[in-house]
């Protein structure tokens, strides 16, 4: 084993230490389906996704629908197979508006029928402007309710919106 695989191996293990340290810190989300880890089922349903908020006082990290600027989100996507929930929400949040984060961790999970949400919150590394990404997507930073208007606005109020308001 060379020394990036030494590296990597590490940063694995670091990885999977801090998410366990951060389910065992979750708060209490009984409502709307959020649950706690100790009735979390670790096999992942196919869909399963994570989504990301990135706050910056009043405002969170939103990106739009490619080809409707107007239909804003959150950050997130499906999981990948190999990838933990955390890493799927990390990489999607940098591949669709280019921000570094730091301090990611759970706030909860919400069940959407077969589906299984991971609903995770970070800070941002930097600054992140207004720009269309590489994907034709505006990446933007908006009121919470602006998300609670597009295509995932009924998820957004049921379960974003009182995440945000912790």
Request: glycine share 8%; aromatic share 6%.
């Amino acid at each position: 084993m060379n020394t990036h695989d030494n590296v990597s191996a590490t940063k694995q293990k670091q990885r999977a230490a801090y998410e366990q340290l951060m389910w065992s810190a979750l708060p209490v989300m009984k409502a709307r389906g959020m649950r706690k880890k100790q009735n979390y089922d670790s096999s992942l349903p196919a869909g399963s996704a994570s989504v990301i908020i990135v706050c910056q006082g009043d405002l969170i990290l939103a990106v739009s629908r490619r080809d409707d600027h107007s239909d804003l989100g959150l950050p997130g996507g499906k999981i990948e197979a190999g990838e933990t929930p955390l890493t799927a929400a990390c990489r999607e949040a940098v591949e669709e508006t280019g921000a570094t984060l730091c301090n990611p961790f759970l706030i909860g999970i919400a069940d959407v029928g077969a589906i299984k949400v991971f609903i995770y919150r970070a800070e941002i590394f930097g600054d992140v402007q207004e720009h269309v990404n590489s994907e034709g997507a505006l990446v933007k930073w908006v009121l919470p309710e602006v998300i609670c208007n597009g295509s995932f606005g009924k998820f957004n109020t049921e379960f974003i919106m009182p995440a945000i308001a912790r």
